[in-house]
């Protein structure tokens, strides 16, 4: 017997020994969790630490069963051991940490199945539960196809007596945050009574901060919440919700009201439906900001859950919402399940943005296995008209039809579709079939195979025979002309999972491109022979190629490739690889876009890669011009055997040419940077020899050695000008022309020319210019009496708008001066530069020598003002000294003839110092242009004056000084190049002139 009894305490005590071991140790936790996980299929355990009782940690912890898959990373649990004594499970920390709980799709229910009520006994636990902290980080809820995700999850309960306190409960996630409160007692007819607050995320709600609260009481089967939305700049939203939930028929009553209007839904659900709405909103504004206009109508659905009944009559009015907006819309009609009905949807005044779409009409007759459902677009951009014929497959829900007819009027015209094409939509698979077929626009087509698309996979294929161009001129720079016609494929791929593959080729023949001209030319027709366009898109690479054959625009293209999945996430970022070819283009058509030109001939030609970035590519190559020919508007000498040539890398080009003019040559050299975003660096211009004429006024022959610098802030022109040669013809202006008023304004200086070479892209850099101008030996000059040799150098500058200053001296050299009749010697003659260009001062005397006297002319002061002296040595009376310059002889022995030479001097030195009385006379008779001149020759002298009397007329009036000879003239401008004279006086004439300037 006392065997027996130490058998047994050893075997307790043994028994205590081995359960303290399990409870208490990390080994005996990893053999409980090796047995539970060998014992139970579902249960599955990684790792183990720590013991039962302290601290106990587990890895990897996953359940499965038909009803789905829980799984947990890591699990941490510290619970009081000590707390059973008062039959309490209590637990001080619970963490569990990547929970995913992946439930599958329940089954359907049986028809006529009704969810019966939870047991009366209630849930009982042996033991009571306290739970003082339970944590659940990064957790995942899948159910029915649809997911919810929350960052952190932290609640406090209890269990006692069937009693569960929420004490508190907060969960946050992507969707926002919410909180609750409350107790439930699960047992009787489970009556419950908690709190629930929520934030929904700022993304949801448009930026808005709403807040949403809500109490919940009643029982399990019957639930009513009354809640509020708040945060809605109209005003809070209150919310009432019924559920009768164990009830046959199920019976749901909801009402949302806000200020000035009510939205409200009842809804029974048994073996048989019936819901009622009425939609009472004059105002939606008071439910959701911007949200606009207003809703009334009602809605009823009854009958069979699966087969019900629908009447709806529904009106809004002035509608609007994030960008979209109506101005009527209704829905009216009546639709069974089984037996059909009619359907009708009419909006006006359908607008998105700022682009009016017009009216839309659908409507839906007939019966589900037979009826008929069209639809209209009107007024908009696009007019759509469509029609379909056909049913509903009792079995599969498959809509099975045609398409009966269906128009789209494009901007080129009305396309039509030509044949009547199968349909088919599969709602389970949410997969579309349609047939091929054809769109047609008088003799165009565009026609398309077999569609297929599905959320699996989804094909496409077109082809267009010719089309006209003008289709794209919408997108186009307005003016842009496109004549032709394109004619193209293109081919559409897509599967799940995977990037689409596309490709479009469009090719155009025989046409040409017309670019707009100032205002009143013709179009610059630029004809082609051949155009292609092919994008190439494939999952790992996306390519664009353009060619181009013609004889206006020359042949070449490039071609494009990159990452199109790179693209997607970072379009700054994508890498670009590809090459640019051009031969021969043609520059004869710039002469037509160009004024400065008169005409321009040669072929640029380019070869290269392009790397870099999507958004900004770089060119890595060469362009060259060879053999060009150039005109410019100014000169008459061509530039001749232009070869330039830029070797481009990314953004920068090293420029290097050179040209001929007559039988000189210069070359061109330079290096541009544009990496900062404007063009920085120098061009550099370096001749000898070269021939510049203006037709038979001007031939020179120049060395320049210039160089032109962009700057940040300042584009800047410096260098040296050297004539060595030249030969200047000085032609005077019309003896009837009219001279400049000393006040006037010039229009169109340089200061405009500033501004528009501003708008032209120069922005806001001024130009500033420092010119050094050398005249050689043989530089001789001829015109306004005056002929001989020029010597000497000016410095010309410019800054920003200003006028071109110069600084320096040019010296007459061997010349002579035709005064008054005679031939004068110039003995000294100097041009004085220091300021406006335009003004220099004059230095200049002309003189007459004999062999006891000597007699001259000086001229000094400005160029605009000049001021005359006559001179003598030994010193004479002014008319002995302009006697002697006329006639070289003493005063008092010259002839009867010499004495009328010497008549029109004085007159002409008195007639320009009587102007200024005469302008003043002429203004206050309002005849402009006023001029008072002397004119002929010996008896022939006379004084006359002119004017205009309106803007095309000129009156000229003059009188003889030593004949009675009177002659008035009319002078009718028809064009500035084209009048009419009639001429009165000792003879009368009519005469018809035209003018003309050469290049």
Known sequence: MRGLIWLTLSLLIALAVALAWLVSTEPGARWLAGQADDAVPALSVGSVSGSVIDQLELTDLQWTDAQGTYSVSELALDWQPSCLRRWTFCVERLVLEDLVVDRRAASRQPEGTITTAPPARGLGLPLDVDVQSLSIEAGVLRTAGRQFVYDHLDARFSLRDATLAIESLSVAGPAGQASAEGEFLLKDDWPLAASLHAEPSAHLTEGRVLTASAELSGRAGALDVEGTLRGLETGPVDLSLSLALLEQPLVVEAEARAEGGRLKADARLGESLTVAADLQAPDLAVFWPGLEGALSGTMDVSGDVHAPRIRADLLARDVRYAGSALTTGSLAGFWDAEAGGDLTLAVDGLQYEDQALGQLEASLEGKPSAHQFTLALAGGPVPVEVQLEGGIAPDSWQWQGHVLG??????????????????????????????????????????????????????????????????????????????????????????????????????????????????????????????????????????????????????????????????????????????????????????????????????????????????????????????????????????????????????RAVID?????????????????????????????????????????????????????????????????????????????????????????????????????????????????????????DVRFEGFGAAGG????????????????????????????????????????????????????????????????????????????????????????????LAYLLTGRPPGEESPSETALLGQAALSLGVLGGESAGQALADELGIEGFQLEAGGEGEQAQVAVSGYIAPNLLVRYGVGVFEPDDTLSLRYYLSQQFYLEAISGTESALDIFYTFDYD
Request: aromatic share 4%.
């Open 790 to 881: 020029l010597n000497g150098e000016v410095r010309l500058q410019q800054l920003g708008g200003e006028t071109v200053e110069g600084e320096g001296v040019i010296e007459l050299v061997d010349a002579r001066y035709q005064a008054y009749g005679q031939d004068l010697r110039v003995r000294r003659g100097r041009i004085i530069f220091s300021g406006p260009l335009s003004d220099p001062r004059l230095d200049i005397e002309a003189v007459r020598e004999g062999e006891q006297m000597m007699a001259g002319v000086r001229v000094d002061g400005s160029a605009r003002s000049p001021g005359i002296t006559l001179f003598s040595t030994p010193p004479m009376e002014q008319v002995d000294i």
């Open 657 to 777: 040419g050179r040209f001929v003019a007559g039988e000189g040559q210069a070359t061109v050299s330079g290096d541009i940077d544009w990496s900062t975003g404007q063009a920085e660096g120098a061009i550099n211009l370096v001749g000898e020899g070269l021939e510049i004429e203006q037709g038979p006024s001007v031939a020179l022959q120049v060395d320049p050695s210039l160089r032109l610098a962009l700057e940040p802030e300042v584009i800047r022109l410096s260098g040296e000008v050297d004539v060595p040669y030249g030969r200047l013809r000085l032609v005077g202006g019309s003896p009837n022309a009219t001279r400049v008023s000393g006040d006037a304004v010039r229009v169109g200086g340089v200061g405009e020319q500033q501004a528009r070479a501003e708008a032209a892209g120069m922005g806001a850099r001024s130009l500033e210019s420092e010119i050094r101008v050398v005249l050689g030996d």
């Open 406 to 651: 269906a128009t789209a009027k494009l901007p080129d015209g009305r396309w039509r579709l030509e044949d009547q094409p199968a349909l088919e939509l599969d709602p389970a698979e949410r997969s579309v079939q349609l047939a091929g077929h054809c769109w047609a626009r008088e003799a165009y087509r565009v026609c398309a195979e077999r569609l297929t698309a599905s959320p699996s996979e989804a094909q496409l294929r077109l082809a267009s025979e010719a089309v006209d161009l003008v289709v794209v001129e919408r997108w186009l720079p307005a003016d842009l002309g496109l004549p032709g016609e394109v004619s193209g494929t293109a081919d559409l791929d897509w599967r799940a999972g995977q990037p689409p593959e596309a490709r479009l080729t469009l090719v155009t023949e025989n046409s040409q491109v017309r670019l707009p001209q100032p205002a009143g030319a013709e179009p610059l027709a630029l004809d082609y022979d051949r155009v292609v366009v092919d994008a190439d898109l494939r999952p790992a690479s996306a390519t664009l190629r353009v060619g181009i054959a013609a004889d206006d625009l020359g042949r070449g293209g490039f071609s494009v490739s990159f990452d199109p999945t790179v693209a997607m996430e970072n379009a700054e970022a994508t890498s670009v690889n590809g090459t640019v070819w051009l031969d021969a283009l043609p520059l004869t058509p710039l002469a037509g876009l160009l004024p400065q030109v008169r005409g321009v001939a040669g072929a640029l030609r380019a070869n290269g890669e392009l790397t870099g970035a999507l958004g900004s590519p770089a060119f890595q190559g060469r362009i060259a011009l060879r053999d060009g020919r150039l005109r410019p508007a100014a000169i008459s000498t061509p530039l001749e055997s232009i070869d330039l040539e830029a070797v481009i890398e990314g953004r």
